[in-house]
């Protein structure tokens, strides 16, 4: 370990603190340093002395700090001195910690090594009730820890501050728009969102918000990582996808291997849509009632020999009588030829519930022997061919399908690409099987 001395004329305060936080008593005292075990806890504990600038909350009237910043940035350590902080400053306060999983909020935000527990000073230690999930600080302020998984949590408690852990992990927005709208005791509710960035929906929401403050930062910004573990990854991973995003905290358009590319989604929207010979409405019928959607999306085949999605009708939380007036409204509007359901959530319901809500519908049920994106893949192929093409944009479909990747993955704002399904469903049955006699019909007319 080189000596402080050394260290204060090579690399100022940070290398000091380094040198102070890491050494050992016995350490000091050979390099006959005279900190004692109570300036040391000092140290410790003056985090607005050793973090480094991205670490400490920006000025101004925010309500939204996010905080989107490669790993071994300090996000972390950053969130437990925040709310640290603002529990010691409102003694009063009611403070939620949100996590991806329970598990993640539980090991990482408040038992981890940087967690609320590890950041408390010698002199205002907390109470930790893993049973109950709360938090007790020493001024009163109370913390409790939930789930981004169960959204349903968020929905009626109230608080006056809050910190959101690794939001690009979590799926849906649900968790958020619950805790946001129970965001409002006291006079300024704020919210730290501490993440490396994902390509996800809920992620590019928050980051446009109005009154959010966005801090961008690197791994290597954090000048107290070995030098040596950043040497390393940096020769591993920079300048790669990964690098940038886990590296250098860049939010990266595409997920990696996706099959829709943005630019490809980009680029096959139709200036116009020919006559259509035959249209067909693909449906993905959920497996529940609970927050679960229904894809409803129809596609047509032009007198060209292209197709062309031409709605996306898709509901959500409907009931099965529901989704299936859904359907038939939507066959009804495009003049569907046929609809093609996916029979594995429900087998011959699915099609008794749609003849029952239109008794001339014609429905053929189709059974997913291979995985969404196996399904997908061919259907993507059509859209890299120049085949298929969107007659207007298609904003939740488009996402959907932006999510899913070649790797077999799905990186999208749902839990399941139920309109991305649905979609291939209607594509398939158009341009990859053979079809019967077709008519003419306009589109739009």
Avoid at 1 to 22: F, I, N, Q
Avoid at 25 to 31: H, N
Avoid at 276 to 301: F, K, S, T
Avoid at 374 to 396: D, K, M, S, T
């Amino acid at each position: 370990m080189t000596e402080p001395a050394e260290e204060a004329g090579d690399g100022g305060l940070y290398r000091v603190v380094r040198w102070m936080l890491a050494s050992d008593a016995r350490e000091r005292e050979r390099a006959a340093d005279p900190v004692g075990d109570g300036l040391l806890q000092t140290v410790r504990e003056a985090w607005e002395v050793w973090a480094h600038e991205g670490q400490l909350p920006p000025p101004g009237d925010w309500t939204v700090w996010l905080m989107q910043a490669g790993r071994g940035f300090g996000k972390t350590r950053a969130g437990a001195e925040w709310v640290s902080a603002m529990a010691r400053a409102h003694p009063d306060a009611r403070i939620a910690l949100v996590g991806a999983t329970i598990e993640d909020a539980r090991k990482v935000m408040v038992e981890g090594p940087s967690g609320v527990i590890a950041v408390a000073r010698a002199a205002e230690p907390v109470v930790w009730r893993p049973t109950s999930g709360e938090v007790r600080f020493a001024s009163g302020a109370v913390a409790q820890v939930y789930s981004a998984a169960a959204p349903e949590k968020l929905r009626g408690p109230e608080h006056h501050l809050a910190w959101a852990d690794e939001l690009a992990k979590w799926r849906g927005v649900a968790a958020w728009d619950n805790l946001m709208m129970g965001l409002r005791l006291g006079d300024r509710p704020r919210v730290l969102v501490t993440t490396t960035p994902r390509p996800t929906a809920l992620m590019r929401r928050v980051a446009a918000l109005p009154g959010t403050h966005v801090t961008r930062g690197r791994t290597r910004d954090n000048p107290h990582l070995p030098d040596a573990f950043v040497a390393a990854v940096a020769a591993t991973y920079g300048g790669t996808r990964l690098g940038r995003q886990e590296l250098d905290g860049e939010m990266i358009g595409d997920v990696a291997g996706a099959l829709w590319p943005r630019a490809l989604i980009e680029r096959q929207r139709a200036a116009r849509v020919p006559a259509l010979v035959r249209v067909v409405v693909g449906v993905d019928p959920p497996a529940g009632v609970e927050g679960d959607a229904c894809g409803i999306v129809a596609a047509g085949l032009g007198d060209d020999g292209h197709g062309y999605v031409i709605e996306d009708a898709s509901v959500v939380g409907a009931t099965p009588e529901g989704w299936a007036r859904a359907v038939a409204a939507c066959s009804a509007r495009v003049a569907a030829d046929r609809v093609v359901a996916e029979a594995n959530q429900g087998g011959a319901m699915v099609k008794s519930v749609l003849q029952a809500a239109e008794a001339a519908l014609p429905v053929r049920l189709v059974h997913a022997t291979r995985g969404k994106v196996a399904r997908a893949e061919p259907v993507a192929a059509l859209y890299e061919a120049g085949r298929v093409w969107h007659a207007r944009p298609f904003p939740q479909l488009e996402d959907e399908l932006a999510g899913l990747s070649a790797g077999g993955g799905y990186d999208g704002p749902t839990r399941s690409p139920d309109r991305a399904d649905a979609c291939v469903w209607a594509l398939t049955a158009l341009m990859l099987e053979r079809q019967g006699e077709a008519r003419v019909r306009s589109f739009g007319g």
